[in-house]
């Protein structure tokens, strides 16, 4: 399939334009498929930070005093834009990261454009409480942040920058987004449509860059909020260096979520639900329920059905609407995976299912189980990020329950049962930020996600991520007379 052309206009969009200074680190943008350079862009240089962060703080001051629903509009259009755009976008996505087109059209664009609309709709209902004291009284004012950093994973580069925006705009809030260094195309077309939504010029500034620029980013005294999806060491590490600055954070991180797979289940859905949360845009999600405890009872019949249905994958061109499963998106996560199936066998693991790297460009490693596993190996403990799968057994709940939380990230959750008492007994046990019972990975832009533990601070989506780019102000009004000592 001829490979539409991935160049963008510039590196960076700043002020409500593409920007380049070419004198910043060339970054290569390769396609994981074929493992070819179909763009490259540049890092920020401190002229481009400087630049971002100062059109971001003047644009800011004038949204906050907008009318919200004016607000709201601009995100419902940018939402209506990003729809009728959506095979670009998708097919850009798909250049980007790797994941096959018949994934990226349901869900990369669609999910930011969701996003857009859900905070667009919101954006007027911003409100505050009042209280009494007497004859006194006081009440509260939601008010924005200020100039907030959004800083990407690679995994899903259009939907994490509309995760973002769209709370943080919502609100009033300008944003200075760093996509991740790997897939940087994707967030310079949200800003693009942003503009022609009628966001005024830098509220949206995208800047690209490795670590260095998140962290510059990260330090500025310009910046109130930094929200971040990434691992939990880069999670860490930002944390820490926005608490310097007293600044408020979102961290969206890692994980190594359970899916408990109950005697009553009903085996189709929970192994469709295994499914989707392994090998959806090949294993590379944050949330996915990778440590898969089966009861012994369906242990055998489990894994019958698994290995019938992984036979339907389908390993071809991703922008091939009939492929369902794509490389992975780096050269260096592709062999980290690699390490992590051999360092499963040498631990004693049985691959069960796929196991190999393709022999062919790019980074195609096989949907991968494993088996003959025990709670302590390195494949269950530390998240893979990859399509690899670590079916394990278990004898009764309270084991299953046990089992399931040991481990320090605390992301997601999910179970399988056809006993309603049981799924809200032990949901409520799990120690994980999101659940789902009899259903995986679905986030819905009216659903609070986000994790627990090491897995992170806040919630992206729902009300409450305006919660987080808002603070209150509060306000005591005296009706007098005021009394004093002396
Ligand atoms: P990463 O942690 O390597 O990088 C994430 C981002 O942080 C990148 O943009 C990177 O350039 C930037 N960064 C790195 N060091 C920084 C520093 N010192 N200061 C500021 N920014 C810095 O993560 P990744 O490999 O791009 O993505 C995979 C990870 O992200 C996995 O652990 C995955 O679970 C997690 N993730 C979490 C969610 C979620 O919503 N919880 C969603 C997607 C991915």
Same mark, same amino acid.
């Given at each position: 399939?001829?490979?539409?052309?991935?160049?963008?206009?510039?590196?960076?969009?700043?002020?409500?334009?593409?920007?380049?200074?070419?004198?910043?680190?060339?970054?290569?943008?390769?396609?994981?498929?074929? $493992?070819?350079?179909?763009?490259?862009?540049?890092?920020?240089?401190?002229?481009?930070?400087?630049?971002?962060?100062?059109?971001?703080?003047?644009?800011?001051?004038?949204?906050?005093?907008?009318?919200?629903?004016?607000?709201?509009?601009?995100?419902?259009?940018?939402?209506?834009?990003?729809?009728?755009?959506?095979?670009?976008?998708?097919?850009?996505?798909?250049?980007?990261? $790797?994941?096959?087109?018949?994934?990226?059209?349901?869900?990369?664009?669609?999910?930011?454009?969701?996003?857009?609309?859900?905070? $667009?709709?919101?954006?007027?209902?911003?409100?505050?409480?009042?209280?009494?004291?007497?004859?006194?009284?006081?009440?509260?004012?939601?008010?924005?942040?200020?100039?907030?950093?959004? =800083?990407?994973?690679?995994?899903?580069?259009?939907q =994490?920058?509309?995760?973002?925006?769209?709370?943080?705009?919502?609100?009033?809030?300008?944003?200075?987004?760093?996509?991740?260094?790997?897939?940087?195309?994707?967030?310079?077309?949200v800003?693009? !449509?942003?503009?022609?939504?009628?966001?005024?010029?830098?509220?949206?500034?995208?800047?690209?860059?490795?670590?260095?620029?998140?962290?510059?980013?990260?330090?500025?005294?310009?910046?109130?909020?930094?929200?971040?999806?990434g691992?939990?060491?880069?999670g860490?590490?930002?944390?820490?260096?926005?608490?310097? /600055?007293?600044?408020?954070?979102?961290?969206?991180?890692?994980?190594?979520?359970?899916i408990?797979?109950?005697?009553?289940?009903?085996?189709?859905?929970?192994?469709?639900?295994?499914?989707?949360?392994?090998?959806?845009?090949?294993?590379?999600v944050?949330?996915?329920?990778?440590?898969?405890?089966?009861?012994?009872?369906?242990?055998?019949?489990?894994?019958?059905?698994?290995?019938?249905?992984?036979? /339907?994958?389908?390993? /071809?061109?991703?922008?091939?609407?009939?492929?369902?499963?794509?490389?992975?998106?780096?050269a260096?996560?592709?062999?980290?995976?690699?390490?992590? !199936?051999?360092?499963?066998?040498a631990?004693?693991?049985?691959?069960?299912?796929?196991?190999?790297?393709?022999?062919?460009?790019?980074?195609? =490693?096989?949907?991968?189980?494993?088996?003959?596993?025990?709670?302590?190996?390195?494949?269950?403990r530390?998240?893979?990020?990859?399509?690899?799968?670590?079916?394990?057994?278990?004898?009764?709940?309270?084991?299953?329950?046990?089992?399931?939380?040991?481990?320090?990230?605390?992301?997601?959750?999910?179970?399988?049962?056809?006993?309603?008492?049981?799924?809200?007994?032990?949901?409520?046990?799990?120690?994980?930020?999101?659940?789902?019972?009899?259903?995986?990975?679905?986030?819905?832009?009216?659903?609070?996600?986000?994790?627990?533990?090491?897995?992170?601070?806040?919630?992206?989506?729902a009300?409450?991520?305006?919660?987080?780019?808002?603070?209150?102000?509060?306000?005591?009004?005296?009706?007098?007379?005021?009394?004093?000592?002396?």
């Amino acid at each position: 399939m001829t490979r539409p052309d991935a160049t963008p206009v510039a590196s960076h969009f700043i002020d409500g334009a593409y920007a380049e200074d070419a004198s910043g680190t060339p970054i290569p943008v390769i396609y994981p498929a074929t $493992g070819e350079t179909v763009a490259t862009v540049h890092a920020a240089t401190p002229e481009i930070l400087e630049r971002a962060l100062t059109s971001a703080e003047r644009a800011q001051a004038e949204w906050a005093l907008a009318d919200p629903v004016e607000r709201g509009r601009v995100l419902r259009r940018a939402a209506d834009l990003i729809r009728a755009r959506n095979r670009e976008l998708s097919v850009l996505e798909t250049l980007d990261t $790797g994941k096959p087109l018949q994934e990226t059209l349901v869900a990369d664009a669609t999910s930011g454009a969701d996003a857009l609309e859900y905070f $667009g709709g919101l954006a007027a209902d911003v409100t505050g409480t009042s209280m009494r004291f007497g004859g006194d009284w006081a009440y509260t004012i939601r008010r924005p942040l200020g100039v907030c950093a959004g =800083i990407g994973a690679w995994n899903y580069p259009t939907q =994490i920058a509309c995760w973002k925006a769209a709370p943080a705009l919502a609100t009033g809030n300008a944003m200075v987004f760093k996509p991740s260094e790997t897939t940087p195309l994707c967030a310079l077309k949200v800003a693009e !449509i942003l503009i022609e939504a009628g966001l005024p010029a830098g509220l949206f500034n995208v800047v690209q860059g490795a670590g260095e620029v998140g962290a510059a980013l990260t330090t500025d005294p310009r910046v109130a909020k930094v929200s971040l999806t990434g691992s939990v060491p880069t999670g860490r590490k930002v944390a820490a260096a926005a608490a310097g /600055g007293i600044k408020h954070v979102t961290m969206e991180l890692g994980g190594k979520s359970p899916i408990l797979v109950f005697e009553d289940a009903d085996l189709e859905d929970a192994v469709s639900g295994a499914i989707n949360g392994n090998f959806y845009s090949s294993g590379q999600v944050c949330s996915n329920g990778t440590r898969v405890f089966v009861h012994e009872s369906l242990h055998d019949a489990f894994l019958d059905r698994l290995r019938a249905r992984l036979g /339907g994958v389908v390993m /071809g061109d991703p922008l091939d609407e009939a492929t369902n499963f794509g490389p992975i998106t780096t050269a260096a996560q592709a062999n980290l995976v690699m390490r992590h !199936i051999a360092t499963a066998e040498a631990e004693g693991a049985t691959v069960a299912i796929g196991g190999a790297r393709l022999d062919r460009a790019g980074y195609w =490693i096989e949907p991968t189980v494993l088996t003959g596993l025990s709670d302590d190996m390195t494949c269950v403990r530390e998240e893979i990020f990859g399509p690899v799968m670590s079916v394990l057994t278990f004898a009764d709940e309270d084991e299953a329950v046990e089992r399931a939380n040991a481990t320090e990230f605390g992301l997601s959750a999910g179970l399988f049962t056809s006993d309603l008492a049981r799924a809200h007994r032990v949901v409520a046990q799990l120690r994980a930020g999101t659940c789902w019972i009899n259903q995986y990975n679905l986030t819905p832009a009216g659903m609070p996600f986000g994790g627990s533990r090491a897995s992170g601070i806040g919630r992206e989506n729902a009300r409450m991520a305006m919660d987080h780019f808002t603070e209150v102000q509060t306000v005591y009004v005296g009706m007098g007379p005021v009394e004093s000592a002396f």
